[in-house]
């Protein structure tokens, strides 16, 4: 026996519903195979299947049409059989905060079983009974309750057979291109985009009204309107895909018909927005778009602060288009996207009036806040979203003071959403005013004292003071410096406080002529071109903006003014492709996307944008994880792990592995291009080290050679056993790395290791050839002094024994008597004397003579010997 019970298990539990709606709940029982019929008639008339099981299934409706849809399945079933029972019973659908479907029913009521009787038969709720009554052609009769059902007074369901049972469902659908009508581009693309259309209307025979540009007609029952949703969601994803060039942005709405009359006023009749809306996709209540049913996705806009109701605004889109999975998971705040202000001209939010932007009270720029909010990953976003719509349900000023001066992410980012227009903000002017730079943002770094014009009060007072006074300040001033560009900038501000958006832009204009750098004239553009942008002027706010990027081209700032335009002029496919450029340059305009609350009108379509890189970079960081823990592997096969670049490359390869574990674009860039830099430095420094331990060698091989040829010059050969031992290993070596390819692992590896050893082995050589040098050196040198030293004593002899006794004998012959008395009494005392004199002479001589020649001789000897050992060679 089927249990009401059974069924409403299957329905989701959730403590909190977003959204709620009284209605009929129809609780249907069969024995055997449901006739295809029953649920298709259903669907017809606005049913919402909740929940089914292979006997019985259980249906939703949000009005009293259950009752003609039954009436018309009672009639089939006088003529078919159909062993069908249902109870029709008050209920309320649910709406979980992710949209999950629930019911609610009173307790005593989910306790029912129901036997299935032969026949169509439906029983009536009393409290459901009432919204019933009053229906032509229906009539209720006491029926007493079957085993099973709680005791109430219930009644069955009869129909007259004479009368149809229409449904009372019907709705209006509105279509509107975007752009201007006079612009040629719009013309010859809204006629080919009409043109497409045209082939839905005509092949389902839609009467449609067209005027000035709203293409207006009826869908007059719940099949037309799932069949239109779904012709033209898929005719425009096949424009975009084959025809683009005949592709132009439109948006939808879909109105209930009560109380709304076919005719040129209807537009104007519909409260909505229509500068809002997001293009291509139909947009509805959530009432309306849960009665499409399976096929369609519906998702959230965001025209106010508050989603309680089932008639707020939604857009659907086909499920099979796959936005849901392909979409990034970051669902924005409502409250600082939405509001009843315009838009503001100095941080985009439409929750403030201008006068009262909390950016006023900012005083630095804060472009290093990206950094942190590249290290938020999805939920933490979300999370802070959710912190930031909390804070901002009350007075919006202390809530976005709060916020800012919030350490955690919610702080982050709010930092971040104001920091996206800083360029038009007050803390920039006094920046601005005092750059000497040309170029942008460099030249902001580039600062000129501050004067003392009284122009800087005012900068100061603006954020508190009455914009009258202040412009009578201003006069002032301006009437002893008429050449002042600053008091111009700053009227342009007072102007656009109060309103008069034309003198503001005029003002700036005439900044813009006197500015005296092509930064600061290029500011004032940039200042037009958002004035241009606030007030709707997208196509001359996107040409100043181009404006100042031909002025300054490294101005970011006004490449991503000019996407967000065109996303808010409806061209979103435009718009991402400028987006996409800009974030190939700078990963952090991908975080600046998800948090611009400016981007509302094209969320949808960024957010499954932006998911195809996204999951491009997700898919390349899962292969770079792998290449780190490789790369790191592979390093230690080259490097030893106490080498400075080991050291360095895992500091940077631990940094990259904790970037990939933040799901973030930035985090996930920085892991993309680190890793592969990571790589190209470990190449580098491979080749560089590889080639300085070439260099090295032949170095190492220099000394050696060197230490050879002093070494060969040793006059004794035994004493050297230990060091020619070292000399032939170190020579080994040596001659090893020079004719080894130092570009395989191994080798270099070794050579690192070789070459560290090599040199405490020359330095030993080296030390012991100190010694050696010294004993071969005064070898050599007391073989010269000796050699001096006999020829002198020889020649001396030679002298003594010669030139003495001819002296005596000459002295003698000429009658001295100092030689006859020499001769006679001391003649060999003479003789011993001169020779140890000479003796004393000839060593002073040899000592010194061999002293100023030895470095000579040396170079002398082994030069000859060189000469002599390479002519042996060749």
């Known amino acids: 026996m089927p249990q009401l019970q059974s069924l409403l298990r299957r329905l989701p539990e ?89 019911l609610s029913l009173e307790n005593v009521l989910t306790t029912q079983e129901l036997i299935v009787p032969q026949e169509f038969q439906v029983w009536v709720h009393p409290r459901a009974r009432e919204m019933g009554t009053g229906v032509p052609g229906l009539s209720f009769e006491k029926a007493a309750a079957l085993r099973g059902m709680v005791p109430a007074e219930w009644t069955m369901l009869r129909a007259d057979s004479r009368l149809p049972y229409q449904s009372t469902t019907g709705w209006y659908s509105v279509l509107r291109p975007l752009g201007n009508p006079l612009d040629k581009g719009f013309q010859a693309g809204w006629r080919s985009m009409f043109g497409e259309i045209e082939e839905i209307l005509k092949r389902h025979k839609f009467k449609y009204i067209l005027h000035e540009s709203f293409l207006i007609f009826p869908l007059e029952n719940l099949r037309l309107y799932r069949q239109w949703c779904r012709d033209l969601l898929q005719r425009v994803r096949e424009v975009k895909e084959q025809r683009p060039d005949g592709y132009w942005p439109c948006v939808s709405a879909i109105v209930d018909r009560k109380g709304l009359n076919f005719n040129n006023e209807l537009p104007r009749k519909v409260a909505l927005d229509w500068d809002q809306l997001v293009p291509d996709y139909p947009h509805t209540s959530f009432r309306n778009a849960y009665l499409l049913g399976e096929g369609f996705t519906i998702h959230e806009v965001r025209f106010s602060v508050e989603h309680s109701s089932m008639d707020d605004w939604c857009n659907v889109g086909l499920a099979d288009d796959g936005q849901e999975a392909g979409a990034l998971p970051v669902v924005v705040s409502t409250r600082a996207v939405a509001g009843n202000n315009p838009c503001c001209f100095y941080c985009g939010m439409r929750n403030h009036e201008v006068t009262a932007c909390p ?36 007075d919006i000023g202390e809530g976005v003071a709060a916020l800012l ?33 040309k170029e942008y943002p460099k030249g902001l770094d580039e600062m000129a004292p501050k004067d003392d014009n009284p122009v800087w009060a005012v900068l100061e007072s603006i954020r508190h003071g009455e914009p009258v006074a202040l412009e009578r300040e201003l006069a002032q001033i301006q009437i002893k410096n008429p050449r002042d560009y600053r008091n111009r900038s700053m009227l342009g501000f007072v102007a656009l406080e109060r309103g008069d958006f034309l003198r503001a832009a005029s003002l700036w204009k005439e900044a813009e002529t006197l500015a005296p750098t092509a930064l600061q004239q290029g500011w004032h553009i940039f200042l037009q071109a958002r004035l241009n942008e606030v007030q709707g002027k997208y196509q001359p706010a996107t040409q100043l903006y181009r404006q100042v990027v031909r002025l300054c081209p490294q101005w970011a700032d006004a490449e991503y003014r000019q996407a967000v335009c065109h996303v808010k002029m409806g061209f979103v496919e435009q718009a991402t492709a400028q987006l996409l450029t800009l974030i190939a340059q700078d990963p952090n305009v991908f975080n600046r996307v998800l948090l611009d609350p400016e981007l509302e009108r094209g969320h949808l379509h960024l957010l499954t944008a932006l998911h195809v890189p996204w999951n491009e970079a997700e898919t390349r960081v899962e292969e770079e994880k792998q290449g780190l823990t490789r790369l790191r592997a592979e390093l230690g096969t080259w490097f030893s792990e106490e080498h400075p670049f080991t050291v360095q490359t895992d500091m940077r390869v631990t940094n990259l592995v904790r970037m990939a574990e933040i799901r973030n674009f930035v985090p996930y860039q920085t892991v993309i291009h680190g890793r592969s830099q990571l790589e190209k430095d470990m190449q580098l420094r491979i080749g560089r080290e590889a080639k300085d331990l070439k260099t090295r060698f032949n170095g190492f091989m220099a000394r050696l050679m060197h230490i050879r040829d002093e070494a060969a010059w040793f006059p004794f050969p035994r004493i050297l056993v230990e060091f020619n031992k070292n000399y032939n290993m170190c020579a080994a070596s040596l001659n090893w790395a020079l ?29 012991r050839l100190k010694f050696l040098r010294m004993v071969r050196d005064s070898t050599l040198f007391m073989l010269l002094f000796w050699r001096s030293f006999l020829w002198m004593e020889i020649i001396g002899l030679l002298l003594i024994l010669v030139a003495a006794p001819l002296a005596l004998f000459y002295g003698e012959r000429a009658g001295a008597t100092w030689a006859t008395g020499l001769i006679s009494t001391q003649k060999w005392q003479l003789q011993k004397g001169l020779i140890l004199i000479l003796s004393v002479v000839a060593l002073g001589l040899a000592a010194l003579r061999t002293t100023l020649v030895f470095e000579k001789k040396k170079d002398k000897l082994f030069n000859e010997a060189r000469e002599k050992r390479s002519k042996k060679k060749k």
Do not use: C
């Not at 003529?79 to 479907?101: D, W, Y």
């Not at 004719?739 to 030390?767: G, M, W």
């Open 405 to 437: 001066a919030s350490e955690g992410a919610e702080g982050i980012m709010t930092r971040a959403m104001f920091d996206i227009g800083s360029a038009g903000q007050h803390r920039m002017v006094r920046r601005m005013w005092l750059a000497r730079g």
């Open 14 to 102: 959730f403590r909190e519903s977003r959204m709620s709606a009284a209605g009929l709940a129809l609780w249907l029982n069969w024995q055997g195979d449901i006739n295809p019929a029953v649920p298709q008639t259903l669907q017809d008339y606005g049913g919402m299947a909740i929940a089914a099981e292979r006997d019985q299934s259980l249906w939703f409706f949000f009005s009293a049409d259950v009752f003609l849809a039954l009436a018309r399945l009672e009639i089939w079933g006088k003529f078919n059989p159909l062993p069908v029972a249902g109870q029709v019973l008050p209920a309320r659908l649910l709406l979980g905060m992710k949209r999950e479907i629930s």
């Open 359 to 394: 950016s006023r009270k900012l005083e630095t720029l804060t472009p290093s806040v990206w950094r942190d909010v590249a290290l938020l990953d999805f939920e933490t976003l979300n999370q802070g979203f959710q912190i930031i719509d909390a804070q901002l349900a009350g």
């Open 739 to 767: 004719k080894t390819n130092l570009q395989v692992a191994e080798t270099f590896k070794r050579a690192h290791a070789v070459a560290e050893a090599e040199e405490e082995r020359l330095k030993d050589l080296e030390s």
